[in-house]
Each structure stands twice: as C-alpha cells, then as structure tokens.
C-alpha cells in the first residue's frame, strides 16, 4: 500500500541532500595538486579521465549539462593546466580531452576519496539484496527522470499550470 506521507518525508530528505550537495559543490578542495579545486572541477576532471580522448559532446551528456556550460568549464580547467584540448586529425573542429600529468594526480586522489565514501555508504546501509538495490534504482532514476524532464520545461519557458481557487481579474491580467 503506498503510503503518501512516507513519500513525501522521502522527497524531502532528498532535497535536503541536494541542498548539501549544492553547498558541498561550493567548497574548493585539495585533491593533492597545487592549488584547491571544487567539486564540479574534479567531476568533470574525472569525466575526462575515465573517458580518454572523448570530447565536448560526450562530456556534457556524461555529466547531465549543456555543452555550452562543459565548454566553459573544460576551458578554464585547461588554462589551469589539468585537462590539455587537441584539435582532432580527422575533423578540425573536433576537440578531443585528455588529462595533464596534474590532472591524473587530482583524478587518482580523487578517486582514493571516492572509495572512502562508498565505503562509508556501506557501512552505514548495511548489506541490500537485489529487491532492495532495484527498489532503491528505481526510486533514483524516477527522480533522475522527473528532474530531467522539469529541466527541459524551464529550457523551453514553459510553467507549470497551478491549481487556482479564483481567476485573475481584468485588473491583475493586464500587469
């Protein structure tokens, strides 16, 4: 029986961890180079590290975001000296992504810190059967899908149509 309340209390723990997420994406961090990176830098940092030779386009759909938006940020991690962008054999315009030896030293790091977070989910959740990782993967990709969908809404400008108790008067449809 699906219990609404229940579901509800869910949805906000989820946004609480978006809300931290969020703020977590804002801290810069040693990941064993010269300087602090955020977040977000050592994501795409990694994107680019599991992925070798890929570009762009394959970037931006990995991480979930515009290609304009990865663009930017395979930029100024370029200019940091973490990720070196090469002009492609075949096609000019294609840009292929590869890590700089500091940016293997962050993506390794990165890596080591990862597992000590995984481990620390596992330790806390406890061992899952297969019932309970499908519940939990379709629990996700709900979210994942309704968020993607709500994503392209915004992009087109479109609002979401909220229940009203009363029309607007000719008052208030002409501001």
Do not use: C
């Given at each position: 029986m699906f219990d609404d309340k229940k579901f509800r209390n869910l949805y906000q723990i989820w946004m609480r961890i978006v809300n931290k997420l969020n703020e977590s994406e804002k801290?810069?961090?040693?990941?064993?180079?010269?300087?602090?990176?955020?977040?977000s830098d050592i994501h795409l940092i990694q994107v680019v590290g599991d992925n070798p030779e890929s570009n762009v386009r394959t970037i931006s759909e990995i991480l979930g975001v515009t290609p304009g938006a990865a663009s930017q940020?395979?930029?100024k991690l370029s200019k940091r000296g973490l990720?070196?962008?090469?002009r492609g054999l075949k096609n000019e315009k294609e840009?292929?992504?590869?890590?700089?030896?500091?940016?293997?030293?962050?993506?390794?790091?990165?890596?080591?810190?990862?597992?000590m977070i995984y481990q620390r989910?596992?330790?806390?959740?406890?061992?899952?059967?297969?019932?309970e990782l499908q519940v939990l993967l379709r629990v996700l990709y709900a979210i994942e899908s309704v968020y993607?969908?709500?994503i392209m809404e915004v992009r087109r400008g479109e609002t979401m149509k909220l229940?009203?108790?009363?029309?607007?008067?000719?008052?208030?449809?002409?501001s």
């Open positions: 801290i810069p961090r040693n990941f064993g180079i010269d300087f602090l990176i955020t977040p940020q395979l930029s990720i070196v962008k090469e840009v292929t992504l590869s890590l700089t030896d500091q940016g293997r030293i962050a993506y390794k790091n990165h890596d080591i810190i990862h597992e989910l596992i330790h806390r959740i406890g061992p899952l059967n297969d019932d993607d969908e709500r229940p009203s108790d009363k029309k607007p008067d000719s008052k208030e449809q002409a």
